[in-house]
């Protein structure tokens, strides 16, 4: 009851179908202030990230012919697994950044 009093005082003196919406124009797109800085950014991460993945894919093959030369118990298949594992990841990545860039 109390809001149909409120409906009927206060609502029903603004036309709301007379009163005309926003309406807002085809903006310009511009860039943020440091967009030029994060992206030199990102590019560093990526060069880092491919960097690091080579490097481990390396360490590992290495340390997979080490152990294979001198007998010991093979843990180095889990470290090529998870470099590749971390590879495909990092590189989906990127894959998917660019795609919303």
Same mark, same amino acid.
């Given at each position: 009851?109390?809001? #149909?009093?409120?409906?009927d005082t206060v609502l029903s003196q603004y036309d709301l179908v007379s009163v005309p919406l926003a309406q807002l124009g085809?903006?310009?797109?511009?860039?943020?202030? @440091?967009?030029?800085?994060?992206?030199?950014? @990102?590019?560093?991460?990526?060069?880092?990230?491919?960097? +690091?993945?080579?490097?481990? /894919?390396?360490?590992?093959?290495?340390?997979?012919?080490?152990?294979?030369? +001198?007998? #010991?118990?093979?843990? +180095?298949?889990?470290? @090529?697994?998870?470099?590749? /594992?971390?590879? /495909? @990841?990092?590189?989906?990545?990127?894959? /998917?950044?660019?795609?919303?860039?």
């Amino acid at each position: 009851m109390l809001l #149909s009093a409120f409906h009927d005082t206060v609502l029903s003196q603004y036309d709301l179908v007379s009163v005309p919406l926003a309406q807002l124009g085809n903006p310009t797109p511009e860039t943020p202030p @440091v967009a030029d800085k994060l992206m030199k950014l @990102v590019r560093y991460f990526t060069w880092f990230v491919l960097l +690091s993945g080579v490097m481990a /894919i390396t360490y590992a093959g290495g340390r997979f012919a080490w152990e294979k030369w +001198s007998g #010991s118990g093979l843990a +180095s298949p889990k470290m @090529v697994a998870g470099a590749m /594992i971390g590879g /495909i @990841v990092a590189t989906s990545a990127g894959t /998917i950044m660019n795609a919303v860039l």
